[in-house]
């Protein structure tokens, strides 16, 4: 069974850090390409960053650009989102995405979300 199941979540306050995880099971990892979004309330979907299956490539808006960093344990089948400098704007529930390369192509799996509050 394919599960993301991402965690780290909670309250921070303002210029605080968190880090997210998301860990996945039941597909091939490595082959896929992951990516972090973000949906506040009221408005679309954010995406945040990317990394590709070996890590060589990371993308981030400017929203975010600086302040947070994608990275990603192949042998743990985990893939992480360090947020700094946080800021009440950043409160959002943000989900992990797994787009599948290769033989894997055209795959496409999601958490559920975790909720980041920043608030003080």
């Known amino acids: 069974q394919v599960q993301l199941v991402e965690s780290g979540g909670g309250l921070v306050q303002p210029g605080g850090s968190l880090r997210l995880s998301c860990t996945a099971s039941g597909f091939t990892f490595s082959s896929y390409v992951m990516n972090w979004y973000r949906q506040a309330p009221g408005k679309e979907r954010e995406l945040l960053a990317t990394i590709t299956t070996t890590g060589g490539s990371i993308n981030y808006p400017d929203s975010v650009k600086g302040r947070f960093t994608i990275s990603r344990d192949n042998a743990k089948n985990t893939v992480y989102l360090q947020m700094n400098s946080l800021k009440p704007e950043d409160t959002a529930v943000y989900y992990c995405?797994?787009?599948?390369?290769?033989?894997?192509?055209?795959?496409?799996?999601w958490g559920k979300g975790t909720l980041v509050t920043v608030s003080s």
């Open positions: 995405n797994a787009v599948g390369r290769g033989f894997y192509y055209g795959m496409d799996y």
